[in-house]
DNA sequence: TTTATATATGAACAGATATTCATATAGTTA
DNA sequence: TAACTATATGAATATCTGTTCATATATAAA
C-alpha cells in the first residue's frame, strides 16, 4: 500500500484513539447486539451515569453510535456495522 | 456476544490505544509492505529519530512488530498478519 | 405545579502520553 | 584506537484525557 498522507493518518489515529479506552469499548460490548438507555449501559458497565454519558458523547461526536428519545430515556445503538467489526477483530487479536 | 471481563476489555483498549496514534500509524504504514531500519523509518515519514524510536518501542513491547539487526542498523517489520488487518479496516472505515 | 427520574455538561484534578534534547551504547570504518 | 553512524533512552515539558462532583435541563408522574 501506497504510503498516505497526513489526514488520513490523522484520522486513522482518531479512529482508533476512541477504542482505545475500556470503558468505551465496554460500551460498544453491551451495545452490539442490543440498543440500550444511558442508565442501563452504566449499570451493565458498572460505570458512573456521568462518566458514561461523557463517553457516549465521544462516541456520538466520532459517529460510532447512533440515538433515539423515547420518553425521558434515550437509547443508544452502534452506528454501523463497522464498529462491530472493529470491536471483533481486536477481540479476535487480544485473544491469543 | 457475551459481557467480555475487565482484564479483556483493558486489553482491547490497550491494543487500539497503540493504533491510536498518528506516529505510530505512520510508522506501520510504512512496514506493511516492506522492512526498513530506523534511519529509513523516521526519513520516510518525516520525524525524528528520537520519536520514531520511542515509539518503535511501544509497538515492540506490544509485540506488533519484530526486528533483527544486520550491521549497526535494526530492521523493523510488522509482526503479524492481525496488524495489517487491523490497519486496513481502520483505514477503509477513515474512507467514509 | 411540585417532585422524581434520566441525561448532559462544565470545571477541576490527576494521570497518561508524545516530543524534544542531550547523551549513552554499540557496531563500523579508517 | 579514534571517528563516525545507527539506535536507544532518561529527563523535562507540554498537552491531552478520563473521572468526579455539582449542577443544569428535560421529561414524566403525582
Known amino acids: 500500500m501506497?504510503?498516505?498522507d497526513d489526514d488520513k493518518t490523522i484520522d486513522m489515529a482518531?479512529?482508533?484513539k476512541i477504542f482505545g479506552d475500556s470503558t468505551r469499548i465496554k460500551i460498544i460490548n453491551v451495545l452490539l447486539d442490543n440498543e440500550l438507555c444511558v442508565c442501563e449501559i452504566a449499570s451493565k458497565i458498572k460505570v458512573s451515569q456521568s462518566a458514561v454519558s461523557h463517553q457516549l458523547r465521544i462516541l456520538k461526536?466520532?459517529?460510532l453510535v447512533k440515538y433515539y428519545k423515547k420518553g425521558n430515556c434515550i437509547y443508544y445503538s452502534l452506528a454501523d456495522d463497522?464498529?462491530?467489526k472493529i470491536f471483533m477483530l481486536g477481540s479476535e487479536h487480544?485473544?491469543?
Chains 1, 2 share one sequence.
Request: glycine letters at 0%.
Open 61 to 63: 461526536t466520532a459517529k
Open 14 to 16: 482518531e479512529l482508533f
Open 2 to 4: 501506497e504510503l498516505l
Open 94 to 96: 487480544t485473544n491469543e
Open 82 to 84: 463497522h464498529v462491530k
